[in-house]
């Protein structure tokens, strides 16, 4: 059995933000990765939807934890625990997008096992994709531009969290869908 790692881990940047290129300062953001509103005239980020990665790491022998970003002040919901991901951009399949977007908001893409889609709607049209995927260890996901601490979580200490609405609308479903039992399972 492995050391876990703490709750939250803030580690320092591979590449300092200043040095991080801003693409969208010179020449727009890419196609796609705009405001858009929704038939519920809800404002989301991304005319095509937007999709994410939750990591998943499920030892046998202990509860699982998932990996969530804490957004940065400069998105939309900020200061709130949710999944790596964003704006799919035109042309770009769902899956495609999350693993891009993955790499932006953590720093990089570990090997995984992606094991379920679930496609999450506000009500009024606009999709996300949720991308489950299984690792086999808990990796360091770095801070990058959007994010601003990451951390693997059990899903009790979710319930504590301030969520982002979509995380938090899919641990309400998770938990509804598994009934009172608050027993480990491995989904």
Same mark, same amino acid.
């Given at each position: 059995?492995?050391?876990?790692?703490?709750?939250?881990?803030?580690?320092?940047?591979?590449?300092?933000?200043?040095?991080?290129?801003?693409?969208?300062?010179?020449?727009?953001?890419?196609?796609?990765?705009?405001?858009?509103?929704?038939?519920?005239?809800?404002?989301?980020?991304?005319?095509?939807?937007?999709?994410?990665?939750?990591?998943?790491?499920?030892?046998?022998? /202990?509860?699982?934890?998932?990996?969530?970003?804490?957004?940065?002040?400069? /998105?939309?919901?900020?200061?709130?625990?949710?999944?790596?991901?964003?704006?799919?951009?035109?042309?770009?399949?769902?899956?495609?997008?999350?693993?891009?977007?993955?790499?932006?908001?953590?720093?990089?893409?570990?090997?995984?096992?992606?094991?379920?889609?679930? /496609?999450?709607?506000?009500?009024?049209?606009?999709?996300?994709?949720?991308?489950?995927?299984? /690792?086999?260890?808990?990796?360091?996901?770095?801070?990058?531009?959007?994010?601003?601490?990451?951390?693997?979580?059990?899903?009790?200490?979710?319930?504590?969290?301030?969520?982002?609405?979509?995380?938090?609308?899919?641990?309400?479903?998770?938990?509804?869908?598994?009934?009172?039992?608050?027993?480990?399972?491995?989904?």
């Amino acid at each position: 059995m492995s050391a876990a790692l703490p709750a939250v881990v803030v580690l320092p940047r591979p590449i300092p933000r200043s040095s991080l290129p801003i693409v969208s300062s010179i020449a727009g953001p890419a196609p796609g990765e705009r405001w858009t509103s929704c038939a519920l005239d809800h404002l989301h980020w991304g005319s095509n939807g937007g999709a994410g990665i939750l990591f998943r790491h499920a030892p046998a022998d /202990v509860e699982p934890r998932y990996l969530l970003a804490l957004r940065s002040r400069w /998105v939309d919901e900020p200061a709130t625990w949710g999944i790596p991901g964003g704006a799919i951009r035109d042309g770009e399949t769902a899956e495609d997008a999350a693993r891009r977007e993955t790499i932006e908001e953590v720093g990089q893409l570990p090997a995984h096992r992606v094991v379920d889609e679930l /496609v999450q709607d506000c009500g009024g049209g606009w999709p996300f994709h949720f991308f489950l995927a299984d /690792v086999d260890s808990q990796f360091d996901a770095y801070s990058q531009r959007e994010t601003d601490a990451t951390g693997w979580f059990t899903l009790a200490q979710l319930r504590d969290l301030p969520l982002h609405p979509g995380a938090r609308r899919w641990l309400d479903e998770r938990e509804e869908a598994r009934g009172p039992s608050r027993g480990h399972t491995s989904q």
